[in-house]
């Protein structure tokens, strides 16, 4: 099934109507995305701030178990919200070259989580007040990444 099908079919969908149709229902799906995605990156960018050296009194494996499962539960809006957002207009979105570049982005974030998880962070334990080198890079990355995803989402409507 091509491409265009697929969104058609997607725009076809009870639900996508629905999101269309119901006056508050985008708006109402809009926030609730909007308040995942502060909820996730802030906890991002506070964990990276640490990896950065900002707040060295607080131990990183106590800040990560602290902000890890916030991270993890705002997926749990942002995902389910982003779809229905889609399902609005899938076709103008995958038209958008804003909206596939957040969809790169995000990608290119979680790479990156995942590299620094499987990488620096595995030896957590042994850092010392500071982060080495490459925890540094990931965090830096990791921040630059997640702002250009809010201002590319912001910029979606734009384009």
Request: proline share 6%; aromatic share 10%; charged share 10%.
């Amino acid at each position: 099934m091509p491409l265009q099908d697929a969104a058609a079919f997607a725009a076809s969908l009870p639900l996508a109507r629905a999101m269309r149709e119901h006056a508050w229902l985008y708006p109402a799906v809009e926030t609730m995305h909007i308040v995942g995605f502060a909820v996730l990156v802030g906890a991002v960018a506070m964990f990276d701030l640490r990896v950065l050296g900002f707040g060295r009194q607080l131990p990183v494996c106590a800040l990560a178990r602290h902000l890890l499962p916030w991270s993890a539960g705002s997926m749990l809006l942002v995902l389910p919200t982003g779809l229905l957002l889609f399902l609005a207009d899938p076709a103008a979105l995958l038209a958008n070259r804003v909206f596939l570049l957040k969809l790169a982005l995000i990608a290119l974030a979680g790479m990156n989580a995942l590299a620094f998880h499987t990488g620096p962070y595995r030896g957590v334990h042994a850092w010392s007040a500071r982060a080495p080198g490459r925890a540094v890079l990931h965090a830096l990355l990791s921040l630059g990444l997640w702002l250009a995803v809010l201002a590319s989402g912001r910029l979606i409507a734009y384009f």
